[in-house]
């Protein structure tokens, strides 16, 4: 699985948490799912660091 892109959504769907902060990840050639890390611009800098062509929009 190849990370393409990260972005920030407020999306209700998928996520059995009240949160509606959630970061959407895009993978692959049409995997997309939605996560919601501790601290996500953390979780976006490690990913970074393993692949720096990760496309990450804030």
Do not use: V
Request: charged share 25%; glycine share 4%.
């Amino acid at each position: 699985m190849t990370i393409k892109s990260i972005r920030k959504t407020r999306n209700p769907l998928s996520s059995p948490t009240l949160l509606l902060n959630r970061l959407e990840i895009h993978y692959g050639t049409w995997g997309a799912m939605l996560i919601s890390p501790k601290n996500e611009e953390q979780f976006c800098e490690d990913l970074s660091k393993i692949n720096s062509k990760i496309e990450i929009n804030f």
